[in-house]
Nanobody
C-alpha cells in the first residue's frame, strides 16, 4: 500500500501561482511512477505531469512551460509548481503513484483560478 497526502490547493487569480505537494508513505525511489492528474467538473481525469522514471518527466501540452514537477527524495514528496494559472486550470488535483502493479490515489486538492 501507498498512502498519498496532497496539500497546497486554494483560490488564486488568473496569472497567479500555486505549489502543490504530495507526501508518500514509502520511499518514492521504490515507486514505478508518481505524478499529478486533475479532474474538472463534467470532465474526465487527465494527466497533468508525472515522473515516468526518477528523472524523466511527462507533461500535458496544456501546461508545458507553466507547470513544473519536482521531487524531494529525502522527504518522499513530489511538488507541482503552477505558474501563469488560467481559469481552465480549475479542477481537483490528484496525486498518483504506481507501485507493484497497482495505482494509488490521494484524496485530491481543489485548485480554483478565478478573479
Amino acid at each position: 500500500q501507498v498512502q498519498l497526502v496532497e496539500s497546497g490547493g486554494g483560490l488564486v487569480q488568473p496569472g497567479g501561482s500555486l505549489r502543490l505537494s504530495c507526501a508518500a508513505s514509502r520511499s518514492i525511489f521504490k515507486l514505478n511512477a508518481m505524478g499529478w492528474y486533475r479532474q474538472a467538473p463534467g470532465k474526465e481525469r487527465e494527466l497533468v505531469a508525472t515522473f515516468i522514471t526518477s528523472s524523466s518527466t511527462k507533461y500535458a501540452d496544456s501546461v508545458k512551460g507553466r507547470f513544473t514537477i519536482s521531487r524531494d527524495n529525502a522527504k518522499n514528496t513530489v511538488h507541482l509548481q503552477m505558474n501563469s494559472l488560467k481559469p481552465e486550470d480549475t479542477a481537483v488535483y490528484y496525486c498518483n503513484a504506481l507501485w507493484a502493479g497497482s495505482s494509488f490515489w490521494g484524496q485530491g486538492t481543489q485548485v480554483t483560478v478565478s478573479s
